[in-house]
T-cell receptor, first 112, second 115 residues
Framework: DAKTTQPPSMDCAEGRAANLPCNHS???????VYWYRQIHSQGPQYIIH???NNETNEMASLIITEDRKSSTLILPHATLRDTAVYYC?????????????FGRGTSLIVHP | DSGVTQTPKHLITATGQRVTLRCSPR?????VYWYQQSLDQGLQFLIH???????AKGNILERFSAQQFPDLHSELNLSSLELGDSALYFC??????????????FGQGTRLTVV
C-alpha cells in the first residue's frame, strides 16, 4: 500500500504557482520522496525526488519539512500543459526490492 | 522521451486468447517493473525483474507471467484473457546504483482491449 497521502484534486490558475502537498508521516530515515505526474493515459513522468534538502530542477521545486513527514511540490508558473495527476511516492520495500508504489495522486487542473 | 520503449502501443484481442507485451528498458538499466492501470484506476504494481531475475511480485494474476532476457528486454505474457484484463500496461526501468533510491522511467504503455 502507498505510504503517502495527497488531496484528491486541486486547481490552479495559469501562470500562478501550483503547490501540491503530500504527507508521508511514516517515512524512514533513508527513504526518498519521489514525484511523478501522469498526463491522461500517458506513461508516468518522473519530476523530482529528494531526501531531506529542498531540491529544484527545470520542472519543479520540492520542499521537504525538517521532520520529513510532509513535502510540497511547487510548479512555479503553471501552464495548461501541467494539467495531470501528480503522484507523491515513497518506494515500498518488498523482498529486497524497492518498488515505486502509487496511490491515487492529486488531479491538478490548471485553468486559463 | 523516457528512453523506455513498449510495443505494441495498442492491442485488441478476444477473450481466451494470449498476448505478449514487450518492454525495452533504457540503455544500461537493469531493473524492469510492470504495472497495470485499469480505467480510472491507479497504477497497480505487477512484477519486478532485476538483471534477469524476478525480484518482487505484486498483484499479478496466475494467468500472467513475465521474464527478462539476457539483453535486458522484458516480456509480459497474459493468457486466458478476460474482459477485465482490458487496461493500460506500463513498464518502467531504473538504473542500478548504490542503495535502492533511484528514479524509475516509464514507457508510454500498451493499451490492451479484450473483446
Amino acid at each position: 500500500d502507498a505510504k503517502t497521502t495527497q488531496p484528491p484534486s486541486m486547481d490552479c490558475a495559469e501562470g500562478r504557482a501550483a503547490n501540491l502537498p503530500c504527507n508521508h508521516s511514516t517515512i524512514s530515515g533513508n527513504e526518498y520522496v519521489y514525484w511523478y505526474r501522469q498526463i491522461h493515459s500517458q506513461g508516468p513522468q518522473y519530476i523530482i525526488h529528494g531526501l531531506k534538502n529542498n531540491e529544484t530542477n527545470e520542472m519543479a521545486s520540492l520542499i521537504i519539512t525538517e521532520d520529513r513527514k510532509s513535502s510540497t511540490l511547487i510548479l512555479p508558473h503553471a501552464t495548461l500543459r501541467d494539467t495531470a495527476v501528480y503522484y507523491c511516492i515513497v518506494r515500498v520495500s518488498s523482498g529486497g526490492s524497492y518498488i515505486p508504489t502509487f496511490g491515487r495522486g492529486t488531479s491538478l487542473i490548471v485553468h486559463p | 522521451d523516457s528512453g523506455v520503449t513498449q510495443t505494441p502501443k495498442h492491442l485488441i484481442t478476444a477473450t481466451g486468447q494470449r498476448v505478449t507485451l514487450r518492454c525495452s528498458p533504457r540503455s544500461g538499466d537493469l531493473s524492469v517493473y510492470w504495472y497495470q492501470q485499469s480505467l480510472d484506476q491507479g497504477l497497480q504494481f505487477l512484477i519486478h525483474y532485476y538483471n534477469g531475475e524476478e525480484r518482487a511480485k505484486g498483484n499479478i494474476l496466475e494467468r500472467f507471467s513475465a521474464q527478462q532476457f539476457p539483453d535486458l528486454h522484458s516480456e509480459l505474457n497474459l493468457s486466458s484473457l478476460e474482459l477485465g484484463d482490458s487496461a493500460l500496461y506500463f513498464c518502467a526501468s531504473s538504473a542500478p546504483r548504490t542503495g535502492a533510491n533511484t528514479e524509475a522511467f516509464f514507457g508510454q504503455g500498451t493499451r490492451l482491449t479484450v473483446v
